[in-house]
């Protein structure tokens, strides 16, 4: 069994917006830089965003900048994915992954490097 939780997936119009969650009981994520990773049908699993460990930076890839923002609540041990300005191309389903390396910066961006993974949350954006 996972130990992260995704939640916050849903439908929405191209233009429409959405929030993300990533959760887990079994560590403080504060401590450990946490990825958003989606795998759109037919596709790999692509890391999108990551927010490093102590929130000392965060990194995104081209296609989502500008777009999505990746936020952490240490009060709610909670990793966000805010998501804006959604496109149809944004359609997948959304996981999170977290490298526990301790205060690790974002450097882990292959699925590969992974083994610990969430049911995902469904993302679709159409008319």
């Known amino acids: 069994q996972s130990q992260l939780v995704e939640s916050g997936g849903g439908s929405v119009q191209p233009g429409g917006s959405l929030r993300l969650s990533c959760s887990t009981s079994k560590f403080h994520l504060d401590d450990y830089a946490t990825y958003w990773f989606r795998q759109a049908p037919g596709q790999e699993r692509e890391g999108v965003a990551c927010?490093?460990?102590?929130?000392?930076?965060?990194q995104y890839t081209g296609s989502v900048k500008g777009r999505f923002i990746i936020t952490r609540s240490s009060s709610q041990n909670t990793v966000y994915l805010q998501m804006i300005n959604m496109k149809p191309e944004d359609t997948a389903v959304y996981y999170c992954?977290?490298?526990?390396?301790?205060?690790?910066?974002?450097?882990?961006?292959?699925?590969?490097?992974?083994?610990?993974w969430g049911q995902g949350t469904q993302v679709t954006v159409s008319e």
């Open positions: 927010i490093s460990s102590h929130d000392r930076g965060t």
């Open positions: 992954a977290v490298d526990l390396r301790e205060k690790a910066m974002c450097t882990m961006w292959s699925e590969l490097q992974y083994e610990d």
